[in-house]
Every structure is written in structure tokens, then in C-alpha cells.
């Protein structure tokens, strides 16, 4: 999604909840700015519908949940709240609350030319303060390609897995495997148009350290 700043009297968080159920856009939350989330292409569409259909399927029944780009998540020890395109949070301090989670175990971001700087640069370093996230996952839209940034110990020290096509894709956050080919089910690919892919089954930069 691309986010463009509005120029509001800064918010404090409680202000920022309450003006955004009015809204008919949703808005990121950073230090008492807001910025507001546009819309993206059907193939961003479809692949977070894909990995959401995926990870619920998967996860049911577990206690996890399963979140979709209308679910906030609150940057740790920050007045922050950011929109990722999919999360997962197994915590039991995110089972009551409803306007936001906080320690989700996995989140993934589809990329975009307009915001792939972003979910690889500032929002990753948000995303970083929280040690229970396990599993960090960008998603090409374009080729079929998916990065996955895992946590190798308890610092933040993260190791980089690219998958390409005829890949098993392993998230060890949540415990599943897949082929690539789930994600990109019906999703036009390039510059062909013609066929789809076969079936199956101004952005906030700022310092934040």
C-alpha cells in the first residue's frame, strides 16, 4: 500500500483511533502524524488473499490469529501503528484487544514500487523492536519471488531465504509449508497478460532508532 502523509494537527493516540473510525481510508500513526494508506493493484490483492486463505486454513483452531490490511499493529515501546498486509499473533495479550495487536510472530508485507523501500528500510526497523517476531516476509508482485527474514538467535540478528518458483516456502513462526505457486495462485504475472499464473489449488521516512 503507499502511504501519503496528511497535514493534521499532530494526534495523540487515543485522538488518532477516534478520528480514523470516521475515515474512509485507513491511516498509519506515526509519533502523532498520520498518513494515509491508498489503495494497491489486483495482483497485491490477490497474493495477500492467497497467504491469508493459507495461514487461516492452516492456523485454525490453534488460538493464533490470523489478520488481514484493516488490522493495526502497535510498534513496541512507540506511539506508533502501522498497517502490515498480513500478521499473525499467537500472544494471549492480543486476544482482548481490538484496536490494535502487539506482538504478532509473523508479519508480511506485498511489495509495491512505491513502498518497497520503506517495508525493507524504516518499517523493518519498527517492525524489529518487538522480540517476539519470528518471521519477517516481503512478496513480489511482479515475479514470483518471496524474501523471508528470519530471527537466528535472540538479538536481532536476522538471516535472509529468497524463494523463486518450484520453491516449498517454510514459515517456522507458524509452523507451515507450501510451494510458492499457493501464493501466486491466479495472479498475472510481468508484462504477459494473457496468462495467468496456473492454478494451484510520499512514504514516512524517519529516524526511528
Not at 518450484?166 to 501466486?184: A, G, R
Amino acid at each position: 500500500m503507499i502511504a501519503v502523509q496528511e497535514f493534521f494537527p499532530k494526534f495523540t493516540p487515543e485522538e488518532y483511533f477516534a478520528w480514523e473510525e470516521q475515515q474512509l481510508e485507513r491511516h498509519e500513526y506515526i509519533d502523532g502524524e498520520v498518513y494515509a494508506m491508498s489503495g494497491g493493484t489486483i495482483n497485491h490483492s490477490d497474493i495477500a488473499g492467497n497467504l491469508l486463505i493459507l495461514l487461516k486454513s492452516h492456523l485454525r483452531g490453534s488460538g493464533c490469529k490470523t489478520l488481514n490490511s484493516d488490522a493495526r499493529v502497535k510498534i513496541l515501546d512507540a506511539a506508533r501503528y502501522v498497517y502490515p498486509d498480513v500478521s499473525v499473533t499467537c500472544d494471549e495479550r492480543d486476544q482482548t484487544t481490538t484496536q490494535y495487536i502487539t506482538y504478532p510472530c509473523l508479519v508480511i508485507e506485498v511489495l509495491s514500487g512505491s513502498t518497497e523501500s520503506y517495508d525493507r528500510g524504516n518499517k523493518f526497523k519498527l517492525y524489529r523492536r518487538n522480540p517476539c517476531l519470528q518471521e519477517y516476509v516481503l512478496v513480489d508482485t511482479e515475479t514470483m519471488a518471496i524474501e523471508l527474514f528470519r530471527k537466528s538467535d535472540g538479538k536481532d540478528n536476522w538471516r535472509i531465504i529468497d524463494y523463486e518458483a518450484n520453491s516449498t516456502v517454510e514459515l517456522t513462526s507458524v509452523k507451515l509449508t507450501f510451494p510458492i505457486e499457493k501464493v501466486y495462485e491466479d495472479v498475472v504475472l510481468g508484462n504477459d497478460l494473457s496468462a495467468p499464473v496456473a492454478q494451484s489449488g510520499s512514504i514516512p521516512e524517519k529516524n526511528n532508532q
